[in-house]
């Protein structure tokens, strides 16, 4: 069916009231301040778009003061781990080179998200920032569990006592440089999981550190021979809980899953609740980022058409209450996607209304 004149003039206008060209650059450059329009397709049906505000702070300062800051650090801790022949101080040193490789994959996950999108690559190249995450996750990981292993066997083969005033000098300075660097992503550690991992990151090594300087007093007071290995085991397991969310939520939304927080149930509701809207089909909602949900749904209206302010409101209150930035709507008169069910929809029921209307339609028997 071919769209009519008012229709193909809908589609051009965007919603506030200004001009909107439906290039892939520029359609994209009013992702940041949202924007949402409806058309008419070839069917009959409406379509609702948007894109909502999302503004992922700018953390390439603290990407790079952190590399660096760290980096200077390793080798003072590699240095003075090696003098005195601690595990803790080794290991640690280990860690935080470990941490260094971790901000430089965050930062260029960072990087790869904040390029603009192009014919190739529509939604750009946010999931990097997920890649990033996962791949944080990953390297603290492998990185404890070869602390871990160690510990293991110094302590089945004990070492004599490292120098504890050594020891607790260099362990403080990690405290300082890794909490100073793990405050400079606090902002970010909510809303972006990419930032997350850098901040855990940073977090974990300055918990290391704080337990290497207990070491050391414990060490000039007791002269424990056990103590260091004993100390880095325990922190390798807090920073293995600690780290398995992260694992899990990044893996996660690599495989499309509905981001952490967001109610799939409750947004059917919302959307449900809308006026006209009979009930909703073929409902998506998956991360493009670690800083943007996008969403797409038909909704059964059989009584009419949405327009502009209709998909506009739909669109707001999404955006609202789940931060779901990128909305895609398709009105219909009747379901005719069956193709993904799952137990958020009844497909079944919907192929079923399907059939009935093709068969009063047609006059035929379906299938």
């Known amino acids: 069916m071919t769209a009519s004149h008012d229709s193909l003039e809908r589609d051009r206008r965007h919603v506030q009231g200004h001009g909107h060209d439906h290039g ?9 301040r949202g924007h949402a329009h409806a058309a008419r397709g070839h069917a ?3 379509h609702g778009h948007a894109h909502g505000p999302v503004e992922p702070g700018d953390f390439n300062r603290a990407f790079a003061v952190g590399i660096v800051l760290n980096l200077v650090f390793v080798a003072v801790e590699a240095f003075y781990g090696w003098k005195v022949d601690s595990l803790a101080l080794l290991a640690d040193a280990g860690h935080n080179l ?3 490789a971790g901000l430089a994959v965050a930062w260029g996950g960072a990087l790869a998200a904040g390029m603009r999108p192009d014919a190739r690559y529509t939604y750009g190249r946010k999931r990097a920032s997920i890649l990033a995450a996962f791949a944080n996750a990953v390297l603290l990981l492998v990185a404890m569990g070869s602390l871990a292993w160690e510990a293991l066997g110094r302590l089945r083969v004990p070492q004599p006592p490292a120098d504890g005033v050594t020891l607790m000098v260099v362990a403080g300075l990690g405290i ?7 405050l400079l992503f606090l902002r970010g550690r909510h809303g972006d999981l990419n930032v997350r991992g850098a901040f855990l990151h940073m977090a974990s090594d300055a918990l290391v550190s704080a337990g290497v300087v207990v070491t050391g007093a414990l060490a000039l007071t007791f002269g424990w021979s056990w103590l260091d290995p004993a100390v880095s085991l325990a922190i390798a397991l807090v920073i293995v ?6 694992f899990r939520q990044s893996l996660h939304l690599l495989f499309d899953g509905v981001p952490e927080g967001i109610d799939l149930h409750a947004v059917r509701r919302e959307l449900e609740a809308l006026p006209g809207v009979d009930r909703v089909h073929d409902l998506h909602v998956w991360a493009t980022g670690t800083t943007e949900t996008a969403l797409t749904a038909h909704l059964v209206m059989p009584q009419g058409q949405a327009d502009d302010r209709f998909l506009e409101d739909a669109t707001r209150r999404l ?4 931060r779901i930035g990128h909305v895609t709507l398709q009105v219909v008169r009747e379901p005719f996607m069956a193709l993904c069910a799952g137990a958020n929809e009844a497909a079944p029921a919907a192929r079923r209304d399907f059939a009935a209307n093709e068969s009063d339609r047609t006059g035929s028997t379906a299938p």
């Open 24 to 32: 892939l650059e520029h359609e994209h450059e009013q992702e940041s």
């Open 44 to 46: 009959g049906h409406d």
């Open 98 to 100: 470990s941490d260094v």
């Open 176 to 182: 300082v440089v890794n909490l100073g660097t793990a």
């Open 241 to 246: 809980l600690g780290t398995w969310s992260l």
């Open 319 to 322: 955006q609202t209450r789940f």
